[in-house]
């Protein structure tokens, strides 16, 4: 299957490359600049649905993902470990994965494919997905993903609050289950 570049993508994205036994992404993907979910993804801090953003720059010429650059705008690599600690430092498995993540949060210049692939790498270790990772040519991509399929609620910290907030990163299911997403997506991919 073909993935779109995704930085901590929803459920639906890692439920439907967990039972793969070939995965490949389309780092070559064009820009395209409403295509906020290449960098985008979306968390539950204590008001609700928060979206958090990495910042890019397009050099001149540009065209593909692989070409956009993160910038430095904003301090991102400071803000995002803030609000993922005041979002989940009460989950359970907050302290056992952020120190996975935090060398993804940095101020080194890197392009953003490739910002989305370590986190991806990291993601997958996290959640025991072990397929194996294939280069496709550029333009060749027909994706696959569970895109707004809704899915079974499972516990997180703030339901009790706000309710079962649906469609959020991946990161949710980690932070809220722990070494019990893999559970969860595997009862996602019974009889699929």
């Known amino acids: 299957m073909i993935f779109p570049l995704r930085l901590f993508p929803g459920i639906g994205y890692y439920a ?4 793969c036994r070939e995965v490949s992404f389309d780092t070559y993907a064009r820009y395209n600049k409403a295509d906020k979910d290449t960098h985008r993804f979306a968390i539950a801090d204590t008001r609700g649905l928060l979206r958090l ?3 890019v720059s397009r050099p001149s010429g540009a065209r593909t ?4 650059n993160v910038s430095d705008h904003g301090r991102w690599w400071e803000t995002m470990p803030i609000a993922l600690e ?3 430092g009460r989950t359970p498995y907050f302290e056992f994965y952020i120190d996975r993540l ?3 949060f940095s101020p080194e210049p890197i392009a953003v494919s490739e910002l989305c692939l370590h986190a991806d790498k990291e993601v997958r270790r996290i959640l025991d997905i072990r397929a194996l990772i294939t280069d496709i040519p550029p333009g060749d991509a027909v994706y696959y993903e569970r895109a707004g399929q809704e899915f079974q609620p499972y516990w997180q910290v703030r339901a009790h609050e706000l309710g079962f907030i649906g469609g959020l990163s991946i990161l949710d299911l ?3 289950l722990g070494p019990e997403a893999q559970l969860y997506l595997a009862r996602l991919n019974e009889g699929k």
């Not at 439907?16 to 039972?19: I, K, R, V």
């Open 65 to 68: 993902w692989h070409e956009i």
């Open 53 to 55: 953003t990495v910042p």
């Open 174 to 176: 980690i932070f809220n």
């Open 86 to 88: 005041s979002a989940y």
């Open 102 to 104: 935090m060398p993804l």
């Open 16 to 19: 439907a490359m967990y039972g």
